[in-house]
C-alpha cells in the first residue's frame, strides 16, 4: 500500500458553521468541495491521514513532525471552543519518515515542539474528514524556510518511509492561496496576488508538479501565499505515480484564494 490519494485544501476557520454563523455560506462551492474530499477519503478507509499545514511549527532550516502518542485542539480563539479534536499520532510512521530524512541528509524531525495543540491549518481539514471517517491515525508536517526543492524532497522521503510501512495514507495540503486579491481583504490588493491564484490553480489542475519549482520566492512573497510550500511537499510524495486530477473548486470573496483538487493515484 502506499498514498492512495492527496487533496490540495485550504483552511479558512470560518468554513466552520459553528465559527462563520452563516459567513460560511459566501463559500459554499468551498464546502461542497470539501465534503466531496472527504467522502473520497471514507472510501478508502486509511490507516493514517498525514496532514501538511503552514501553521504547523515551523522554523527556518528545519521541518518540523509532530512527536508523541496524540494531541488535542480545538477553535476557542475562533470563538468556538466547543468544536474539539483529539487525533492519535501514527507514531511509526513519523519514526520511519525521520528515518529516511535523515539518511537523505534532510534537516527534518520531532525535536522543537513549541506548542502541543494542533493548529488550524489541520484541524479544518479534520473537521470535514472526521465526519465521514475517523478510524485513522495522524502525521502533522510543519513547513521550512528551506527552498522549494528540499520541501519536494520531503515529500519523496514521506512516499519513501509510507511504502516501507504498507500503510493505506491519504495526504492533505493545508493551504490558502493568495491573501491579496482584494483591497478589503486581509493584506490589500497587489496584482500578484490574482496572478498567482490563476496560476497556482492551472498547475495543480493539470498535476504539472514540477512547475511549482519555478514560482519565485519574490512573486510568492508579493501574492501573499499561504500553502505552496504545503504544495510542493505533496508534489514530491507524488513523483513518478499516475494520478487522477480534478479541480473541484476555486473561490476567493474575502480577498483570500481558497482552492481544492484531488489526486486520485
Given amino acids: 500500500m502506499a498514498i492512495q ?18 459567513e460560511e455560506k459566501k463559500i ?19 490507516d493514517t491521514i498525514v496532514v501538511i499545514s ?4 515551523m522554523y527556518a532550516d ?9 494531541a488535542k485542539g480545538d477553535f476557542s480563539r475562533f470563538g468556538a471552543g466547543q468544536v474539539r479534536f483529539h487525533e492519535l499520532y501514527d507514531v511509526k510512521l513519523v519514526e520511519e519518515l525521520c528515518k529516511e530524512a535523515e539518511q537523505n541528509q534532510l534537516p527534518a524531525g520531532t525535536d522543537g515542539e513549541r506548542d502541543k495543540c494542533l493548529d488550524h491549518g489541520t484541524m479544518v481539514p479534520l473537521y470535514f474528514m472526521n465526519q465521514y471517517w475517523q478510524d485513522y491515525r495522524l502525521v502533522r508536517i510543519g513547513l521550512s524556510g528551506l527552498p522549494l526543492s528540499v520541501h519536494y524532497e520531503l515529500g519523496r522521503c514521506l512516499t519513501n518511509a509510507i511504502e516501507r510501512l504498507d500503510r493505506n ?8 492561496l493568495s491573501h491579496r486579491l482584494k ?14 491564484d490563476r496560476r497556482i490553480m492551472d498547475v495543480m489542475e493539470r498535476a504539472a508538479f514540477l512547475e511549482l519549482l519555478h514560482f519565485s520566492d519574490d512573486f510568492c512573497g508579493k501574492a501573499g501565499e499561504c500553502g505552496h510550500r504545503s504544495f510542493t511537499i505533496l508534489a514530491g510524495a507524488l513523483e513518478g505515480k499516475k494520478v487522477k486530477a480534478q479541480k473541484l473548486s476555486y473561490e476567493g470573496p474575502f480577498g483570500v484564494g481558497y482552492g481544492i483538487c484531488s489526486y486520485c493515484v
Fill in 5 to 22: 490519494a492527496a487533496f490540495m485544501l485550504p483552511h479558512p476557520p470560518l468554513i466552520v458553521p459553528e465559527i462563520g454563523r452563516g
Fill in 54 to 57: 503552514p501553521h504547523q511549527v
Fill in 169 to 176: 495514507v491519504v495526504l492533505l495540503a493545508s493551504g490558502d
Fill in 183 to 196: 483591497a478589503d481583504g486581509p493584506y490589500g490588493y497587489q496584482k500578484e496576488g490574482p496572478e498567482y
Fill in 62 to 70: 528545519y521541518f518540523h513532525i509532530s512527536p508523541g502518542q496524540d
Fill in 28 to 46: 459554499q462551492k468551498t464546502i461542497d468541495a470539501y465534503h466531496h474530499c472527504a467522502q473520497m477519503t471514507a472510501a478508502l478507509q486509511p
